[in-house]
């Protein structure tokens, strides 16, 4: 997948598809499709290379073009005004601006070669005469910018630009056109992609996986996405539909709790995702199993500049008013530090007291009931008042914290554990030896990394357990 921006830390997405006793199929996260692999086009090499280097120089002739590096365009078109004779030191060449250059070349290096424009803006990428990066990148951008299609093959891999606007070709009409017809009949698309996986496991009676890789904000969590909801709709069962609507019910649970906004991608996912989604002999859902990894825990307790905590902590502060939650002691996420150092609690387009409706929406229809919602919401909250917890120096070596801390006391009520221990326990550590117990201070630097410590632990721990608990509702 291609985005406008570049990672840094990105650890979501596949799409994986398998298959079980009876025919499964994965949706997860990180990589590229079973029917797939990795273009590198910078790596393309010819096995007789002198030879095909002495062919190559005759290819460098009057009127031919290539593509020449460009700070601003990346890659820039030029045309050859003179042939190039094997050896010489340099090319050649008029840029579209019109402009001469003598552009120099090592022989062995020559600018890569521009295709026939009858050949660009093709469906597949493996139909262009030479492939390069180049040639990938202009491809792309003819059929993205002439015609808004944001799908390309090459070969069996989908390529996805991200169009960043909501494109009407994802609705049950398209899912139902593709469903049963043939990759290299229809367009490309995300759909074409699980079709082909859908088919092929029942064809084959074999275990499928779709890979969704890709840099951050490429658009993999939203293809992993429609992947599923593609299964979820050719696989519908009259009987069982609920199963299926489960399936994608995951998604906006897992995407509260693990997903934040980053200075690249308002919903960047913090986690690593494999799902698996399981078929029986009908080639209907019967279940599904999702495997996480890798959750980013730094971020329940620090946030840079404009990024933001998990969606699930904004979410319950723009619900604080409502009387559900009115014990819960939460007000706006400004208030609490674990929330408010990105210095910006809001997301353009998203309104979070909304989500929280969607999200305990979703909660209900895994069948996580009212009870088990709110011992997670409990716990989110204790962490929300702990970060605001004060903690004092004493002297050179010692912290404190006052018993009476009103934040402490909320956590403390939430959680149902004793304010007095947890104030002592903040600020000091016990060290066990062969022969003896030491309680020992701590200074108010250790404290604070102390208390982060818990409030990492207890979200991580909490993220896994919600996990299991879909897991379980996913079961068949
Ligand atoms: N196919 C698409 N159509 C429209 N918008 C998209 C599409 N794919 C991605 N986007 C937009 O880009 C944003 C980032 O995509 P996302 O899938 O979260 O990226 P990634 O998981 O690769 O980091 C999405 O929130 C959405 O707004
Ligand atoms: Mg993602």
Redesign the pocket.
């Known amino acids: 997948?291609l985005?406008a921006n570049s990672?840094v830390n990105?650890r979501?997405?596949i799409v994986v598809i398998f298959h079980h006793p009876y025919g499964q199929l994965r949706v997860g996260a990180e990589g590229a499709a079973s029917s797939a692999a990795v273009l590198v086009p910078g790596a393309l090499r010819f096995p007789a290379a002198a030879a095909a280097a002495m062919a190559l120089a005759d290819l460098y002739t009057q009127y031919n073009r290539v593509w020449i590096p460009d700070a601003e365009e990346v890659w820039q078109s030029a045309e050859i005004t003179a042939n190039y004779r094997p050896g010489d030191h340099s090319l050649h060449l008029q840029l579209e601006d019109c402009t001469e250059v003598d552009y120099p070349v090592e022989p062995s290096a020559l600018p890569p070669l521009r295709n026939p424009d009858i050949l660009v803006g093709e469906n597949d990428l493996t139909a262009l005469s030479y492939l390069h990066e180049p040639a990938v990148l202009h491809n792309l951008r003819v059929r993205f910018v002439e015609s808004r299609l944001?799908y390309t093959y090459s070969g069996i891999i989908l390529v996805?630009m991200?169009?960043?606007?909501?494109?009407p070709i994802?609705g049950d009409a398209i899912i139902h056109a593709y469903s049963g017809q043939n990759m290299g009949d229809m367009d490309p698309h995300?759909f074409a992609v699980a079709e082909e996986a859908y088919k092929q496991m029942a064809r084959n009676d074999r275990n499928q996986s779709i890979i969704?890789s890709?840099?951050?904000?490429?658009?993999?969590?939203?293809?992993?996405?429609?992947a599923m909801r593609y299964f979820a709709t050719v696989s519908k069962s009259s009987s069982n539909a609920k199963v299926e609507d489960k399936v994608l019910a995951c998604n906006p649970i897992t995407e509260a709790i693990g997903?934040a906004k980053t200075t690249?991608?308002?919903?960047?996912?913090r986690f690593g995702k494999y799902m698996e989604i399981s078929f029986d002999r009908k080639y209907q859902i019967i279940g599904a199993n999702m495997r996480t990894y890798l959750l980013e825990k730094s971020r329940v307790v620090f946030q840079s500049e404009n990024e933001r905590n998990y969606h699930i902590f904004y979410q319950l502060c723009a619900s604080a008013q409502s009387p559900k939650f009115k014990h819960l002691q939460l007000a706006s996420a400004e208030e609490f530090n674990y929330t408010n150092m990105g210095r910006n609690i809001t997301i353009e387009g998203v309104n979070d007291h909304a989500d929280m409706k969607e999200t305990q929406k979703t909660f209900n229809l895994l069948g996580l009931k009212e009870d088990f919602q709110m011992d997670v919401f409990k716990i989110l909250s204790a962490i929300l008042h702990l970060g605001n917890v004060q903690i004092s120096t004493v002297g050179d070596e010692k912290s404190s914290v006052d018993v009476d801390d009103k934040h402490l006391n909320i956590f403390c009520e939430l959680l149902g554990v004793e304010s007095d221990k947890v104030a002592q326990w903040l600020c000091h550590r016990k060290i066990i030896t062969t022969s003896e117990t030491v309680v020992k201070p701590m200074t108010k630097h250790q404290a604070v990394n102390a208390r982060d410590a818990l409030a990492k632990k207890i979200y991580s721990h909490l993220f896994d357990f919600i996990v299991e608990q879909i897991n379980k509702a996913l079961q068949f």
């Open positions: 997948m985005g990672s990105e979501e997405n944001i996805a991200n169009p960043y606007k909501e494109l994802y995300i969704v890709g840099e951050s904000g490429a658009g993999k969590t939203v293809s992993a996405r429609y997903n690249r991608n308002d919903n960047s996912s």
